[in-house]
């Protein structure tokens, strides 16, 4: 029994330490969003603003907002911080069930790990 424990608490702190990544990597990508969204939001209404002005800075503006929302599209940052922060919530789950009670083992959290990697993979 104090083998089993022992490979559970390293197979945790592992995953804990993957999981730690994953949560760092969703934050990234949260602020990721809001930084983009945020300027496309600017971009946009100052565009409007200039908009009977001087037609350089409505040009400027406008490519950058239409940049900004292409960026947006493409790097999809909400659906990747969703996946990177849905794939820790699991992990950490099993690993607190790994943990507390008896009858939960590596294998439950070697294939909530597995999940955890496809919803990554999924929102990527």
């Known amino acids: 029994m104090p083998d089993d424990t022992v490979d559970a608490s390293v197979a945790v702190a592992e995953a804990e330490r993957r999981t730690n990544a994953w949560l760092n990597y969703g934050k990234r990508w949260g602020v990721t969003h809001n930084v983009l969204g945020s300027l496309a939001i ?3 209404a100052v565009t ?3 908009a009977d002005g001087d037609h350089r ?6 490519v950058a907002s239409a940049v ?3 960026m947006m599209t493409f790097l999809k940052p909400s659906e990747r911080k969703n996946g990177y922060i849905r794939a820790w ?3 950490r789950n099993v690993s607190i069930r790994v943990q507390s009670e008896p009858g939960h083992g590596i294998k439950e959290l070697n294939d909530a790990l ?4 496809s919803l990554i993979k999924e929102s990527d």
């Not at 800075?57 to 406008?62: E, R």
């Open 42 to 44: 600017i971009f946009g």
């Open 48 to 50: 409007g603003i200039f």
């Open 57 to 62: 800075i409505v040009a400027v503006l406008g």
């Open 68 to 70: 900004v929302g292409g």
């Open 89 to 91: 919530r699991l992990v």
């Open 114 to 117: 597995d999940t955890g990697e």
